[in-house]
């Protein structure tokens, strides 16, 4: 979202928070369809261009996430994990495809798929706390066969919960839960 004002997209007080549904089924869509996409507030991005923290975008209008179209690229697998390269490291597949439907009548309109940004290549490599989501819609064609499979709506953030699972910090124990032996029972 390189050079674009906060101010001029919505009005004041407005944040760009979309669910799950809303993405694919209304900026995904329309994107995919080539009609104009609400408030053009998602714009085309390579997501795997650059490491994560290097993408444009973000701010508090959209709460630090970073959204942006680009065409779908399909992970390679590597040591039994699925990634895409990107930047200085690769995008790996973390969870299961999850389902996106239109609530009300159940119909199977996209799916989503989790990556974590892994840093390095080769022996060296760490995980990051950028967490992407990538929305596609349902495999189908239409009818002047554009295949709108190729096209993707990305959601990439800073898991802080991630960070607080790796924090320093000693748990704190209940001194009621202590064994004879002295060990700690949860």
Not at 27 to 43: D, R, T, W
Not at 81 to 99: C, D, M, N, P, V
Not at 140 to 169: C, N, P, Q
């Amino acid at each position: 979202m390189t050079g674009v004002n906060d101010r001029n997209l919505a009005p004041a007080g407005f944040r760009f928070s979309p669910k799950d549904e809303d993405l694919v089924n209304l900026y995904l869509k329309k994107k995919a369809f080539g009609e104009q996409v609400p408030h053009n507030v998602i714009q085309d991005m390579d997501v795997f261009q650059n490491n994560p923290s290097f993408l444009p975008g973000g701010g508090k209008l959209f709460l630090d996430v970073k959204f942006g179209f680009n065409k779908t690229r399909r992970p390679v697998l590597v040591n039994m994990h699925e990634q895409i390269a990107a930047g200085l490291g690769y995008w790996r597949t973390e969870e299961r495809t999850e389902k996106i439907i239109v609530y009300g009548n159940d119909k199977l309109i996209g799916i989503k798929n989790t990556f974590v940004f892994w840093e390095g290549n080769g022996t060296l490599q760490t995980k990051t706390k950028w967490v992407m989501h990538e929305f596609r819609l349902v495999n189908h064609t239409t009818l002047t066969m554009l295949k709108v499979s190729d096209w993707a709506v990305y959601r990439v953030f800073e898991d802080k919960i991630m960070g607080e699972e790796d924090s320093d910090e000693e748990p704190s124990t209940d001194d009621d839960d202590d064994d004879d032996d002295g060990t700690v029972v949860p």
